[in-house]
């Protein structure tokens, strides 16, 4: 399945291929990277990663531009820096493909990764592997072999696409997972999607048919809304469909108290997202794994949606909701 944007009115995550990366690989390395840092608050290393010593360690961290990366960025500042590391804050890069080739250039050491965006929009893959695991090691084996990148082992997050619907609409139609709305009445199996999703030849349709369904025959095609990104989550809060096309880590999921429907066939990849490191800091510094094990094996989808709201829905900042986060999760002492 191929990328599709992430947040309304921010650069995809998973759309930008690598085609033309030579073009804004030339770019960065004529003109550095042009992101905005920012201020991060810092604390001392405690818990599970107290004892790490990263002192001597030089380590630029990036990330994409969209709300979760620049609180994942912020996590990997803080606590690399809490270690001892001389950290470089290179978080909130433009574009998919600029953050990929910062790293591919060695102008960033460190940024979180999600599997499902470095197998298909990276690596050229046309299918996903359906299990989690193998998702990752075929990842993980092909960037340390093809490009000196270590993934080190992923969160359980999962922030990949999904349809969601009014929690009550939902209960009353007795929904839980996709499989379950063969059994949904056709006045009620309305669907707001995005253009590209819904136009694409391995998107709306495809699922569809993986689910028994098929648009024009077990409801009509104006059952379909096309929206943006962005108004699809009040769209179906509001009503205007029952189903929505979401991200599964969106803040708006809880604020809006949707029900994210179980994907019960697989039919859409995984993207679990992981620290990404470059060989040469992780041989020279290879306690710097067990730096971010403990830290990642703490991010679910409930974790990150909670920080996303914490930004989208209260508008806080995405360094103090990292901070904060850390102290609560017992990582950081202020």
């Known amino acids: 399945m191929s990328p599709r944007p992430h947040h309304p009115g921010q650069p995809t995550r998973r759309a930008l291929l690598l085609t033309g990366a030579g073009i804004l690989g030339a770019g960065l390395t004529g003109c550095g990277?042009?992101?905005?840092?920012?201020?991060?608050?810092?604390?001392?290393?405690?818990?599970?990663?107290?004892?790490?010593?990263?002192?001597?360690?030089?380590?630029a961290v990036g990330s994409k531009e969209f709300t979760e990366q620049l609180i994942l960025g912020k996590l990997a500042v803080i606590v690399l820096r809490a270690a001892g590391a001389d950290v470089t804050d290179l978080t909130n890069i433009p574009g998919s493909s600029s953050a990929r080739q910062a790293m591919l250039e060695g102008q960033v050491q460190m940024q979180w990764e999600y599997t499902g965006t470095a197998w298909i929009a990276y690596m050229g893959a046309s299918k996903p592997i359906p299990d989690e695991q193998k998702q990752y090691e075929a990842v993980r084996d092909r960037d340390l072999k093809e490009n000196d990148l270590v993934w080190l082992p992923?969160?359980?997050?999962?922030?990949t696409y999904g349809f969601a619907g009014p929690r009550k609409k939902l209960e009353e139609l007795g929904v839980t997972k996709l499989s379950d709305l063969t059994k949904?009445?056709?006045?009620?199996?309305?669907?707001?999607?995005?253009?590209?999703?819904n136009n694409r030849n391995d998107g709306f349709d495809p699922m569809l048919k993986t689910y028994g369904l098929t648009r024009g025959q077990d409801f009509p095609e104006n059952n379909v809304k096309v929206l943006g990104t962005g108004a699809i989550y009040q769209a179906t809060d509001d009503g205007l469909?029952?189903?929505?096309?979401v991200f599964t880590t969106d803040g708006r999921i809880?604020?809006?108290?949707?029900?994210?429907?179980?994907d019960d066939k697989g039919f859409f990849p995984k993207y679990n997202v992981a620290p990404v490191l470059a060989k040469s800091v992780v041989d020279e510094f290879p306690q710097v794994a067990d730096l971010f094990a403990p830290v990642a094996a703490k991010l679910t989808s409930d974790t990150l949606i909670d920080l996303n709201a914490s930004v989208d829905v209260d508008g806080e900042d995405?360094?103090?909701?990292?901070f904060d986060w850390l102290?609560?999760?017992?990582?950081?002492?202020?």
């Not at 949904?184 to 999703?197: G, Q």
């Not at 809880?254 to 179980?262: H, N, S, Y």
Request: aromatic share 6%; charged share 20%.
């Open 318 to 322: 995405a360094a103090d909701v990292a």
């Open 254 to 262: 809880k604020a809006l108290d949707l029900l994210v429907l179980e």
């Open 33 to 59: 990277l042009g992101t905005s840092g920012g201020f991060v608050p810092s604390g001392q290393a405690a818990g599970p990663i107290a004892d790490i010593d990263l002192s001597g360690a030089k380590i």
């Open 154 to 159: 992923p969160a359980p997050m999962n922030n």
């Open 184 to 197: 949904v009445p056709k006045k009620d199996l309305t669907f707001c999607v995005e253009s590209e999703f």
């Open 241 to 245: 469909c029952t189903f929505g096309e």
């Open 327 to 334: 102290v609560k999760e017992g990582f950081i002492k202020p």
